[in-house]
C-alpha cells in the first residue's frame, strides 16, 4: 500500500525518514525506517543515500519487497566522501612564545550545492591568540557528493595547524610540548566571557610526555640512528567540541521485572546497546542481564543519533531522563516518595520498607517515555574535549619507507561510559589517522569526473602489520556541566591530530618537512641525511 518498511544501514533515524518523505512525497508517519546493526559508519552514513531511494521507488513500482546491493566500486562513485582541502596557514609570536595572531584559510571542493568542509574550524578554538581570521571557502567541483566521511572537519584541520604548531615551535627554539602549553586558554579565545565547561589540554600533554619518554627525544633532525633506521618522536594536539543535542527514549518495567529500553538510537560499532544497558541497569537498580535494549528503529522515541561522538552522551542522557520518570510512576504505584526511593538489587526502598520491583508491574507493565533537552547551555560554556597523541616513526636511511613504532593518545572527555568500548573507538581512529597520514588517497579520473582507485585493492589503508603498539589513557574527569551523565564524547580524539603528530615524527627522525598528505616515500627521498 502507502506504507514504506526500509530497512538499510543509518546513522540518523529521524533525520533519514525525513529525507525519504521529503523525496518520495509521503507523510512521515507512513515511512519506517529500520536499522538496529550499521556496522561502519564514520559519518558516511548520516544521511540517506541512493541505494535506498532506488530500492524504495523499486518496491514502489514492483509492488513487492527489492533489495539494492552496491558493489565496492559503486560505494566510491555513488555514496560521499572526504573532500580534499587546500589549507594555507599564518601564525605570528612574540619572542617567548605567545602566540600574538592566527590565520587559518581553508579551500575545499564539493557539487556547487554541497558544504564546505570546516578543516579551518579547530583554529578558533584551540589556542590564545589576539588576532585571528578563519575562513572556509569552497571550488564547485563536478565529483560524487563531498561530506561528513571519516571524522569531522577537525580531522584534516589538525593535520595542517599541529604541523605548522611544530614550524613555529622551531623558529622560537622552543619545545614543541611546551609552545602548546604556552599557548593555552581557558575562555573562548573569540568570545572571552565564555569560559570553558572543562579543558584540560595542558594535563593532557604533560601526561603524554611524561609516559611517553619525550625527554628522550632530539630535537635535532636526523640525529637519532638504529642500524638503518632513522627515529623521530612527534606531537599533535586534538580538540572537538562537544556538541548536545535532544535525545529520548522509552523504558518499561515489564511484569517479570526486567526493563525494556526502546529509542530510535543507532550503533555503528561502538557500543551504543552497551552503555544505554549500562545506563537503565545503574537507574534502575538491576543486574545488565536484566535489560533489553531495542535501538535503530523509527517507531522508538527520536535520539541524537550517532555521529561525531555526540551519540554515547546524549542518548545515555536521554534514557537517564526517562528513567527518572520510570522511577515516579513506580514510586507512585507502590504508594511510595519518590525522591526518597532507592532502587538496588531489584528492590524499592524508603526508610525501613522494601518492595520488589516486580510487584509495581503485577497488574501490567508500567511505561515511562522523555526527553534531554539542552536549552542554550552552549551560549554560557564552551564545551569541547581534548587529547594530545604521541607517534614515535623509524624511516629507512636508504629508502624513505617510514613505519610506525608506537602511538599514545591522551583524552580529556568527561566520564568515560564504558573505557573497553572508548578505547576501542580511539584506537580505531588513531589508524585511521595512520592510514591519512602515510597512504591513503583518491585518484580522480579529471576528465569523467570519478574515483579511479575506488576498492580495496587500489585504494590502500592500514593493516594489522603498520600499527604495533597503542596506548590510550583518558583522564579521570567529569564535566557536570555537560549532561547528567558528565560524560561527553571521545572517539573522534583518536583521529583529530594523530596524522600530524606522525609528520612531526618523521620530520625529527629525517629533517623532511612534507606539507602534502599522504606522505608517501618520493616525497622524504631527496631530504634524507647523507647515508654513513
Known amino acids: 500500500g502507502d506504507q514504506l518498511t526500509l530497512w538499510t544501514s543509518n546513522q540518523m533515524i529521524a533525520w533519514s525518514v525525513g529525507d525519504i518523505a521529503e523525496t518520495l512525497g509521503l507523510p512521515k508517519e507512513k515511512v519506517r525506517l529500520i536499522s538496529p546493526y550499521i556496522g561502519g559508519g564514520f559519518g558516511g552514513k548520516l544521511f540517506i543515500r541512493a541505494d535506498a531511494i532506488l530500492a524504495a521507488l523499486g518496491a514502489r513500482m514492483a509492488g513487492r519487497p527489492v533489495k539494492v546491493a552496491l558493489a565496492r566500486p559503486q560505494v566510491a562513485n555513488n555514496t560521499t566522501h572526504r573532500p580534499a582541502t587546500i589549507q594555507r596557514i599564518r601564525m605570528g609570536a612574540t619572542a617567548d612564545g605567545k602566540l600574538t595572531a592566527i590565520a587559518h584559510e581553508g579551500w575545499s571542493g564539493n557539487l556547487a550545492e554541497g558544504k564546505v568542509e570546516v578543516a579551518a574550524q579547530p583554529s578558533q578554538l584551540l589556542y590564545a591568540a589576539q588576532n585571528r581570521l578563519v575562513t572556509m571557502r569552497l571550488s564547485p567541483l563536478d565529483l560524487p557528493e563531498g561530506n561528513s566521511m571519516r571524522a569531522p572537519g577537525e580531522a584534516p584541520g589538525l593535520m595542517a595547524l599541529e604541523i605548522a604548531m611544530d614550524e613555529m615551535a622551531e623558529q622560537l627554539k622552543l619545545d614543541p610540548v611546551q609552545f602548546r602549553i604556552l599557548n593555552d586558554t581557558q575562555v573562548d579565545p573569540v568570545k572571552t566571557e565564555r569560559p570553558f565547561s572543562q579543558r584540560r589540554l595542558i594535563e593532557c600533554l604533560q ?6 619518554g619525550w625527554d628522550k627525544r632530539n630535537a635535532k633532525p636526523g640525529s637519532r640512528r638504529e642500524g638503518r633506521w632513522l627515529i623521530g618522536m612527534g606531537v599533535g594536539a586534538a580538540i572537538r567540541n562537544n556538541l548536545l ?3 529520548g527514549a522509552r523504558v518499561r518495567l515489564e511484569r517479570d521485572g526486567k526493563i525494556t529500553v526502546e529509542t530510535d538510537m543507532t550503533d555503528i560499532g561502538t557500543g551504543s546497546y552497551t552503555i544505554i544497558a549500562q545506563t537503565a541497569a545503574e537507574m534502575m537498580g538491576v543486574g545488565i542481564d536484566d535489560v533489553v535494549v531495542r535501538l535503530g528503529d523509527s517507531n522508538f522515541p527520536v535520539s541524537a543519533g550517532s555521529g561525531g561522538q555526540f551519540g554515547g552522551n546524549c542518548s545515555t542522557a536521554g534514557v537517564y531522563a526517562a528513567c527518572v520518570k520510570l522511577r515516579e510512576a513506580i514510586a507512585g504505584k507502590l504508594g511510595m516518595a519518590a525522591d526518597q526511593a532507592e532502587f538496588v538489587d531489584g528492590q524499592v526502598r524508603v526508610g525501613g520498607k522494601t518492595v ?12 515511562a517515555e522523555d526527553s534531554i533537552e539542552f536549552a542554550d547551555l552552549e551560549k554560557q560554556y564552551q564545551q569541547s574535549t581534548f587529547g594530545a597523541h604521541f607517534v614515535e616513526v623509524a624511516v629507512d636511511a636508504a629508502t624513505g619507507e617510514v613505519r610506525v613504532r608506537r602511538m599514545l593518545a591522551v583524552c580529556a572527555a568527561g566520564r568515560i561510559l564504558n573505557p573497553k568500548a572508548a578505547r576501542s573507538q580511539v584506537i580505531g581512529a588513531m589508524t585511521m589517522g595512520v592510514g591519512a597520514a602515510l597512504m591513503e588517497e583518491l585518484a580522480v579520473d579529471k576528465k569523467l569526473g570519478f574515483f579511479v582507485n575506488h576498492d580495496l585493492a587500489g585504494y590502500e589503508v592500514p593493516v594489522h602489520a603498520d600499527i604495533p603498539h597503542q ?4 583522564l579521570d574527569e567529569t ?3 555537560s549532561s547528567p551523565m558528565k560524560a561527553k564524547g571521545v572517539g573522534e580524539l583518536g583521529i583529530c591530530g594523530v596524522s600530524a603528530a606522525l609528520a612531526n615524527a618523521i620530520y625529527n627522525a629525517t629533517g623532511a618537512r612534507v ?7 618520493d616525497k622524504i627521498l631527496d631530504s634524507l641525511p647523507a647515508m654513513i
Open 207 to 212: 601526561t603524554g610526555a611524561e609516559k611517553f
Open 245 to 247: 543535542m535532544k535525545s
Open 356 to 367: 520488589a520491583l516486580r510487584e509495581a508491574a503485577k497488574n501490567g507493565e508500567v511505561v
Open 471 to 474: 596506548e590510550v589513557i583518558f
Open 479 to 481: 564535566d557536570p556541566i
Open 515 to 521: 606539507r602534502e598528505y599522504p606522505i608517501t616515500l
